[in-house]
């Protein structure tokens, strides 16, 4: 069983940064795939990033050169740095792990298999 506790969450004005941390639980954590999501209310789940167990990364078309994500698998933790934010941006972020050892990331929440809480962002404009 894996944990996910994310954080970093908070409120930004339009055109600001934020960091989003996810601490995993389990000892094989280089092996996983991770991934960020995000849901805003009245939405669907969608995809914002990830990172294979190599280092490989991907972004949604939206997030593009704007948000990083990437991983330190000395502290089984994996970041999303999110820069000049923007009102859509506001969502609760869930950080999720993939343990398959697929080759990549997977873009869908159906190729995670364990999720965290959700941390919430909110960009005011």
């Known amino acids: 069983q894996v944990q996910l506790v994310e954080s970093g969450g908070g409120l930004v004005q339009a055109g600001g940064s934020l960091r989003l941390s996810c601490a995993a639980s389990?000892?094989?954590?280089?092996?996983?795939?991770m991934g960020w999501f995000r849901q805003a209310p009245g939405k669907e789940r969608e995809f914002v990033a990830a990172?294979?167990?190599?280092?490989?990364?991907y972004y949604a078309d939206s997030v593009k050169g704007r948000f990083t994500i990437s991983r330190d698998n000395a502290k089984n933790t994996v970041n999303l740095q999110m820069n000049n934010l923007k009102p859509e941006d506001t969502a609760a972020y869930y950080c999720?792990?993939?343990?398959?050892?697929?080759?990549?990331?997977?873009?869908?929440?159906?190729?995670?298999?364990?999720w965290g809480q959700g941390t919430q962002v909110t960009v005011s404009s």
């Open positions: 999720a792990a993939d343990e398959s050892y697929r080759l990549g990331a997977g873009t869908r929440g159906v190729e995670y298999d364990y």
């Open positions: 990172i294979s167990w190599s280092g490989s990364t």
């Open positions: 389990g000892r094989t954590f280089s092996s996983y795939a």
